[in-house]
């Protein structure tokens, strides 16, 4: 029973900064390790996006639009996911989700409830 909990939205203004986590269980942390993790938003009347990706070796990749204000990373000790947002701009409004990917043998993949991040002034 795997479980992701993200936590860390709220408003902020323009300019600001928020710092998203997304906590594991159900999962061991052989598991965790070997997961891909990503970041994914989506606003409403849009598509979902993928935001950022870090891998079991720690490549990260980020969306256009986020790069060099978006920061992912992951403490494999503690389970956890965290999304790093500076320079928050109001288009960044959106539900943010945390996906853990494993593969295995399969694709496998786990999503959190979402966390809602508001920008706006």
């Known amino acids: 029973q795997v479980q992701l909990v993200e936590s860390g939205g709220g ?3 323009p300019g600001g900064s ?3 986590s997304c906590a594991a269980s159900g999962v061991s942390g052989s598991s965790f390790r070997g997961a891909f993790m990503n ?3 989506q606003a409403p009347g849009k598509e979902r996006e993928l935001v950022a990706t870090t891998t079991s070796i720690g490549t ?3 969306a256009d639009s986020v790069k060099g204000r978006f920061t992912i990373s992951r403490d494999n ?7 790093q947002m500076n320079s928050l ?3 960044d409004t959106a539900v943010y989700y945390c996906n853990l990917r494993l593969v295995i043998l399969t694709v496998q993949d786990y ?3 979402g ?3 508001t920008v706006s002034s």
């Open 11 to 13: 408003l902020v203004q």
């Open 77 to 83: 000790a503690k389970n956890t996911l965290y999304l």
């Open 89 to 91: 701009k109001p288009e």
């Open 111 to 113: 999503w959190g409830q």
């Open 18 to 20: 928020l710092r998203l």
């Open 60 to 62: 990260t990749t980020y």
């Open 115 to 117: 966390t809602q991040v």
């Open 39 to 41: 970041w994914y938003r």
